[in-house]
T-cell receptor
Framework: DVKVTQSSRYLVKRTGEKVFLECVQD?????MFWYRQDPGLGLRLIYF???????EKGDIPEGYSVSREKKERFSLILESASTNQTSMYLC????????????FGPGTRLTVT | GDSVTQMEGPVTLSEEAFLTINCTYT??????LFWYVQYPGEGLQLLLK?????DKGSNKGFEATYRKETTSFHLEKGSVQVSDSAVYFC???????????????FGRGTQLTVWP
């Protein structure tokens, strides 16, 4: 089974802090994705990566950056956390090629106070 | 651009009732279509998928048929259980055109609650 893990299930940070959310997948998948999930808005794509050191902006990249130094790990960085970044963050991966379904981690619920 | 519209919730049913959650899509080309389920406190799990017109995806008693003529992929289950209570998301893939490399577009989700 594909396993996608996220470093924390719950995280509380203060406004202005730099926040790192880590995601690791164990199936040698090419593509990795970061979403945020908010009530009534569904899932919105923040960034994705299709190779090591490669990244593309999704629909809401402002206030975020990402890093992919190794194939299995994809990090989401909040450079200066703000209260409007309080949300559930979901990481996903997919093998690439002609396989389009994504496999999700359990999510990190981030609260910025 | 590509998009998914799904039935707004919440949906509340009694156990053993019939379930339909509507999903329609807008896309160029021939996307793959998915239903994901999210149980409380968890991430999303793939429930079923269909990759071409007239395909029927099925899993755990849930079914959905890819209808190109109506651009729909409605989720159905004949007899729901309390354990089916969750949020359901419809999604499509843009099939990897250009640099977007198979990203998924999600509907806003439908909360289903099943009472005993």
């Amino acid at each position: 089974d594909v396993k996608v893990t996220q470093s924390s299930r719950y995280l509380v940070k203060r406004t202005g802090e730099k926040v790192f959310l880590e995601c690791v997948q164990d199936m040698d998948h090419e593509n990795m994705f970061w979403y945020r999930q908010d009530p009534g808005l569904g899932l919105r794509l923040i960034y994705f990566s299709y190779d090591v050191k490669m990244k593309e902006k999704g629909d809401i990249p402002e206030g975020y950056s990402v890093s992919r130094e190794k194939k299995e790990r994809f990090s989401l960085i909040l450079e200066s956390a703000s209260t409007n970044q309080t949300s559930m963050y979901l990481c996903a991966s997919n093998p690439g090629g002609r396989t389009y379904e994504q496999y999700f981690g359990p999510g990190t619920r981030l609260t910025v106070t | 651009g590509d998009s998914v519209t799904q039935m707004e919730g919440p949906v509340t049913l009694s156990e053993e009732a019939f379930l339909t959650i509507n999903c329609t899509y807008t896309a160029t080309g021939y996307p793959s279509l998915f239903w994901y389920v999210q149980y409380p406190g968890e991430g999303l799990q793939l429930l079923l998928k269909a990759t071409k017109a007239d395909d029927k995806g099925s899993n755990k008693g849930f079914e959905a048929t890819y209808r190109k003529e109506t651009t729909s992929f409605h989720l159905e289950k004949g007899s729901v259980q309390v354990s089916d209570s969750a949020v359901y998301f419809c999604a499509l893939s843009d099939q990897g055109r250009g640099s977007t490399l198979g990203r998924l577009y999600f509907g806003r989700g439908t909360q289903l609650t099943v009472w005993p």
